[in-house]
């Protein structure tokens, strides 16, 4: 689609002027009007279509790979499927849904995910919070702190799953030698309930951390300084500035983040099943740790039941849904409020 | 509703003009120095963020039974290179490499040329549903891609590409994150003169993107690039599902299948672990400034 360039011109109402015919002023012959015509209807239909052509790619890839998964999910999880006939499907309407309603482990799974998710996202935001605010100060060797937090963000759930299973090992575990050293019981990590989910969650809150931290300092230096000198001057104190300027200002941004961790939040799986001491995708030996995500892992890739495991992916994508609207709900008020 | 950082984010931000006029109070938010409490917080969260990963190397630097012991080790052994070796072998790791490799350069490429072209549109042209597609992006950014994992694996093991890459590469080609990236970037860093003016020599869509889009966004494409890149590197939940150990890994899969194999040697699996990280720190090391600049233009603020 090449134009020629020292002919075509584009619309006048697109501002543009039309260049001078070559040939100084001699009046176009008839030949290079309708040359010019053919021109300028195919610069206006570059103009109309090629914006859609820019973005279709993006769209085609995500209705392929993306939405049209996601709906046939929902289709799926209206029957019956095996893992090792993934082509057979037998309608059974809701059944799926009240089998994994009735299951406890759904419950449990679904316990565990919320519990894991609150005691690795609270932390790990207030955590983030804090260290943007100091790293917003003038600093010697900021950077270094930086990329020194990012860090964690380059290693794998793979990788950083494994680490934290000899760190928090029950025997040799470096934390229980810590708290043994203190002279604290040393804590069985991965059977016990609470500490297991601590655990797991502080693998997420290791590899998250920093990465916030820095989105909440972008947000923070973008707060315009004279907000400060006039809070200064009408004599609010360090603190009350953080409360009253910087906290409001960062609204958007700690709503992003707790949506973007909350997503991540319900999708937890590498960490747990890599956590897990008897190898298998229980979430540990009485499912203390199984987030549904590894529920889901289990019921499809493990009792191979497809079907079942769709209606568990469709059960997330509502509550993600559901605490979408809440969000939504939430950020209107504080707009409205503030 | 939404903007990006005008300033390089790792610069400190600006002193402001009549500083000794105000109470010292007033200078805060990146003006003011830090004290010794807060070197100390930041001390204890880079001991805290880089501890694990110097635990992995003097764990992969020692043999099994001196992991099973208290207290656990604090220095590094002599065993880090035959370790080394041995993992590699036994995880398949070199073709985990390569695999790996190749998987995340075609995603990291294809993201950023999509992510630039689109970007572009959403940036700079006008056209009907612009917003409406916009929000749309916006919006398929809160769909997780791993509630759609079911019928992905229906439709790849219907074309028989289990342990094959592109079963992979495929669902990793769009990135709603990477257009909305170059949105936020092309906005502030193309002048609507520059496009005006070509568009007044008379240049198309297509050479308006290849030879003023291109090279304006290249800064940010190579920032989407990285971490596309890294992203790509570092998943698991997708690979773990269509890859086996056995048949073209990625080092993910890899790194856990030691993890998760009956010989527990713990050793041997920090030394996987390190090699499967070591890549990522090197190039960390090196691009760090920059990702972390690209990280923070890419936070989203409303």
Do not use: C
């Amino acid at each position: 689609m090449s134009t020629r360039h020292d002919t075509a011109a584009p619309p006048e109402k697109e501002g543009g002027a039309a260049p001078a015919a070559r040939g100084g002023s001699a009046p176009p012959t008839e030949a290079e009007a309708r040359r010019r015509l053919r021109l300028s209807r195919r610069w206006q239909r570059d103009v109309r279509w090629s914006p859609y052509a820019f973005v279709s790619p993006f769209f085609v890839l995500f209705i392929a790979f993306g939405l049209f998964p996601l709906i046939y999910t929902g289709w799926a999880s209206l029957h019956t499927v095996e893992l090792t006939a993934p082509t057979d499907m037998d309608w059974v309407g809701m059944r799926n849904y009240t089998r994994i309603f009735d299951d406890d482990f759904f419950w449990n799974a679904a316990k565990n995910t919320l519990t894991i998710g609150v005691i690795s996202t609270v932390p790990q935001l207030a955590m983030a919070m804090g260290l943007a605010h100091i790293l917003n100060y003038k600093l010697r060797a900021s950077t270094f702190y930086r990329v020194a937090m990012l860090a964690p963000y380059a290693t794998s759930i793979a990788a950083a799953s494994l680490v934290f299973v000899l760190l928090f090992g029950r025997d040799y575990g470096m934390i229980n030698w810590v708290l043994d050293a203190v002279g604290l019981d040393k804590i069985d990590w991965q059977n016990d309930k609470w500490p297991s989910q601590i655990a797991v969650s502080t693998i997420i809150i290791w590899r998250w951390t920093g990465y916030n931290a820095l989105i909440y300092l972008a947000a923070m230096q973008a707060i315009p300084q004279d907000l400060y000198e006039s809070a200064a001057l009408d004599g609010a104190s360090r603190w009350r500035q953080f409360i009253h300027v910087t906290l409001p200002s960062l609204r958007p941004t700690i709503l992003f983040t707790v949506v973007v961790s909350t997503i991540g939040a319900s999708q937890v799986f590498g960490e747990p099943l890599l956590f897990d001491a008897n190898k298998g995708a229980s979430g540990g030996a009485e499912h203390q740790f199984q987030t549904l995500g590894l529920y889901l892992y289990e019921q499809g890739w493990v009792n191979q039941h497809l079907g079942r495991a769709s209606a568990i992916a469709w059960t997330m994508f509502l509550i993600l849904i559901i605490i979408g609207i809440v969000n939504y709900v939430i950020s209107r008020r504080l707009r409205a409020s503030s | 509703m939404t903007t990006t950082l005008t300033k390089p984010p790792a610069d400190a931000a600006p002193e402001p003009t009549k500083r000794s006029r105000l109470p010292k109070s007033a200078r805060a938010g990146g003006t003011l120095h830090a004290g010794p409490i807060a070197y100390v917080i930041l001390v204890l969260f880079t001991v805290g963020s880089l501890f694990p990963l110097v635990w992995t190397a003097i764990a992969a630097s020692r043999d099994n039974n001196r992991l099973a012991q208290t207290p656990p080790p604090f220095w590094f052994g002599s065993n880090l290179f035959s370790n080394l070796k041995i993992a590699w072998n036994d995880a398949n790791l070199g073709e985990a490499f390569f695999n790996t490799t190749f998987v995340a350069g075609v995603s990291a490429a294809t993201v950023v040329i999509l992510s630039t072209i689109a970007g572009f549109a959403f940036a700079k042209l006008r056209f009907r549903g612009r917003g409406a597609l916009m929000l749309l992006v916006i919006g398929t950014m809160m769909v997780p891609p791993q509630l759609s994992v079911i019928p992905l694996y229906m439709m790849v093991a219907k074309l028989d590409w289990t342990d094959q890459l592109q079963a992979v590469i495929l669902p990793s080609l769009v990135s709603a994150f990477g257009v909305f990236f170059m949105r936020q970037y092309l906005i502030q860093a193309l002048p609507d003169e520059i496009i005006e003016a070509a568009r007044v020599d008379g240049a198309s869509s297509w050479r308006v993107v290849w030879h003023i889009v291109f090279p304006a966004a290249r800064p940010a494409m190579a920032v989407l690039g990285m971490l596309t890149f890294v992203q790509t590197w570092n998943d698991f939940l997708w690979p773990f599902l269509v890859l086996t150990q056995t048949g073209n890994p990625t080092v993910q899969v890899a790194v856990a299948g030691l993890g998760r194999g009956y010989t527990p040697d713990q050793s041997l699996i920090m030394a996987g672990a390190l090699l499967g990280t070591l890549p990522l720190l090197i190039v960390f090391s090196i691009f760090g400034k920059q990702i972390v600049g690209g990280i923070m233009q890419g936070a989203v603020k409303g």
